[in-house]
Nanobody
Framework: VQLQASGGGLVQAGGSLRLSCAAS????????MGWFRQAPGKEREFVAA???????????DYADSVKGRFAISRDNAKNAVYLQMNSLKPEDTAVYYC???????????????????WGQGTQVTVSS
């Protein structure tokens, strides 16, 4: 699986961005997906994750710092996963990475070590 993240940019505090992650591979629908971010001088941290499903039921999890502001979604027909980011804050500034890994249906992966495939990252900068 190859992943290509896009949609980052410069936005003022309180604004919104939508990140996209395009995936190659015919088995995309069978992968758990996640978004992580890394700010300068800090470790890569979990942002949001979404399971895959065999019965159209998906499960999501979010870091406490983004709950209520960010939403992760996927479109298996387009081999894509999205991160809608609202009410952005300067502390959301980071390089955002999408990641994929095979997992059992309904399982949400929240640790970097659980993911096999990574995109190249897209920069998000939030000005105050």
């Amino acid at each position: 699986v190859q992943l290509q993240a896009s949609g980052g940019g410069l936005v003022q505090a309180g604004g919104s961005l939508r990140l996209s992650c395009a995936a190659s591979g015919r088995t995309f629908s069978s992968y758990a997906m996640g978004w992580f971010r890394q700010a300068p001088g800090k470790e890569r941290e979990f942002v949001a994750a979404l399971s895959w499903s065999g019965d159209s039921t998906y499960y999501a999890d979010y870091a406490d710092s983004v709950k209520g502001r960010f939403a992760i979604s996927r479109d298996n027909a387009k081999n894509a996963v999205y991160l809608q980011m609202n009410s952005l804050k300067p502390e959301d500034t980071a390089v955002y990475y999408c990641a994929a890994a095979w997992a059992r249906p309904g399982i949400v992966l929240v640790r970097t070590t659980q993911y096999t495939y990574w995109g190249q990252g897209t920069q998000v900068t939030v000005s105050s």
